[in-house]
Nanobody, 120 residues
């Protein structure tokens, strides 16, 4: 019963920055963890970053450490992406789960995705 809507995707030059947002809504309030994944054409969906609902613990994929930052503000999770590279080009998905908090893609709820394109 959790609805997730991503926004903030677009076209940016290599070395630039972009900030993604994911707004969550639910019929009944409950605590849940949230994460970002991405999928490029012809490739599998990969983990990007995750944040816990209460404590705010975070962890990142090795490929984005030092460049991306995940944060939470009320019912919205953000992904600040700096020093973007062409390899970051993908559809970015927001995910949420009441209990799951890991790098695998086993989260219960998913958004429809937002396109991020980084030009050379």
């Amino acid at each position: 019963q959790v609805q997730l809507v991503e926004s903030g995707g677009g076209l940016v030059q290599a070395g630039g920055s972009l900030r993604l947002s994911c707004a969550a809504s639910a019929r009944t309030f409950t605590s849940y963890h949230m994460a970002w994944f991405r999928q490029a054409p012809g490739k599998e969906r990969d983990f990007v970053a995750a944040i816990s609902w209460i404590a705010g613990d975070t962890f990142y994929a090795d490929s984005v450490k030092g460049r991306f930052t995940i944060s939470r503000d009320k019912n919205t999770v953000h992904l600040q992406m700096n020093s973007l590279k062409p390899d970051d080009t993908a559809v970015y998905y927001c995910a949420a789960d009441e209990y799951y908090f890991a790098k695998e893609d086993q989260y219960a709820y998913w958004g429809q995705g937002t396109q991020v394109t980084v030009s050379s």
